[in-house]
């Protein structure tokens, strides 16, 4: 069975424009739970579903009050780090879907980019100081998924 626990980062296409999302997934055995924050004017939403080996299903509920559930359905890459399928809102619209991992690994990243930036002059200190204050910036969005 798949592990899809963690932070994903997608895009869903609506009448052939895509609409960006951030994901937080908590998986228990099949079980699935955890929110979604859409890179539009619906915002957050729960959401609830299961993962069977690789297939994984789930349904949002958007928490502004919309009485629209989506329902996803869709296929995690062998790496489990990728995920694509379909969506639907019954009887009114659907379209495709995918998901990545969002990168773990964002400290390493950020000090590769500051130590071309950031003359070593500067002190190490002051450099980490400046990666930790972008790392808040970068997690901000993902911080309003996880309350």
Same mark, same amino acid.
């Given at each position: 069975?798949? #592990? $899809?626990?963690?932070?994903? @980062? ?6 052939? %424009?895509?609409?960006? +999302?951030?994901?937080?997934?908590? %998986? ?10 859409? #890179?539009?004017? @619906? ?14 299903? +789930?349904?949002? /509920?958007?928490?502004?009050?919309? /009485? ?13 780090? +990728?995920?694509?399928? %379909?969506?639907?809102?019954?009887? +009114? ?9 969002? =990168? =773990? ?7 590769? /980019?500051?130590?071309? /930036? ?8 002051? %450099? ?6 972008? @790392? ?5 969005? @993902?911080?309003? $998924?996880?309350?």
């Amino acid at each position: 069975m798949a #592990d $899809v626990s963690g932070a994903w @980062l997608g895009t869903y296409w609506q009448q052939g %424009q895509p609409n960006r +999302f951030e994901v937080t997934l908590i %998986q228990s055995g099949n079980t699935l739970s955890g929110s979604i924050l859409d #890179d539009n004017h @619906l915002g957050e939403a729960s959401l609830t579903g299961e993962v069977i080996g690789r297939r994984i299903s +789930f349904t949002k /509920r958007y928490l502004s009050g919309s /009485r629209h559930t989506v329902s996803y359905t869709g296929t995690v890459s062998e790496d489990e780090s +990728f995920m694509q399928g %379909q969506w639907v809102v019954k009887n +009114f619209d659907s379209g495709p879907w995918e998901a990545h991992r969002s =990168d =773990d690994n964002l400290m390493a990243e950020l000090q590769n /980019r500051m130590a071309d /930036r950031v003359p070593m002059s500067i002190g190490a200190h002051y %450099q980490l100081s400046i990666i930790h204050y972008q @790392l808040s910036i970068i997690h901000y969005p @993902l911080s309003i $998924v996880h309350y």
